[in-house]
Every structure is written in structure tokens, then in C-alpha cells.
């Protein structure tokens, strides 16, 4: 994958977020914020093909409910996005984990 072997600093709170996220096979997250009360924390992902992506945007967007406020491919990009309120982020953690349970 092509973050691999890297560090990097993210926000307090997020980690495990971006944990699950990255334990997708196919996938890394490329940016992330937790966001505070005026912007809504997102996380960024790509992978090894578009189709992966998207796959997974369509997940996330089926089974987001009311907390997930948008769950989108960026064709121009090439990468996923979700955005979310960071009083939401617990809800988000369960959520992709509930996803990502049993994916290999």
C-alpha cells in the first residue's frame, strides 16, 4: 500500500477510526480531521482500484443513517470521502466496524 511504513500525526480522538479504516484490505486513509463545532470532521481514503473505493462509499452511504452527512467518490480524485460531526465519531467508529467485521 502506498502509506505503508509511514508516520504520521493524527487527531486526538480519530485513531481508531483511521485503524479500522486501514485494516481494510485495499484501502488507506490519505487525510483526516476530527473537526470541532464549526466543521464537520472527515476521513479521505484510496485504494488499489476505484472500484474498491467506491464499493466501500457505497457501504458507507447504505448504512450511514442520519450521523454520516456524506459519504462520496471524488472521480475527479480518485479517492472516498465521509464527513460527520465529531460529536458523531463513536457512531462512525461502530459503524465501520460493524462493516469491516469478518472483510478480508
Known sequence: MFWQGYVIKVDAGLEPLLILF???????TIASCV??????GYVSF??????????WVRRL??????FLREADYR????YGCIRFERAQLDT???????????VE
Not at 486501514?22 to 488507506?28: D, E, F, T, V
Not at 452511504?61 to 442520519?66: D, N, T
Not at 462512525?92 to 469478518?102: K, Y
Open 35 to 40: 473537526g470541532d463545532q464549526e466543521n464537520l
Open 22 to 28: 486501514n485494516s481494510i484490505p485495499g484501502l488507506a
Open 75 to 78: 472521480q475527479d480524485l480518485g
Open 92 to 102: 462512525v467508529c461502530r459503524l465501520v466496524s460493524e462493516l469491516t467485521a469478518g
Open 61 to 66: 452511504k447504505e448504512s450511514g443513517g442520519a
Open 46 to 55: 484510496a485504494g488499489d482500484s476505484c472500484r474498491a473505493v467506491k464499493a
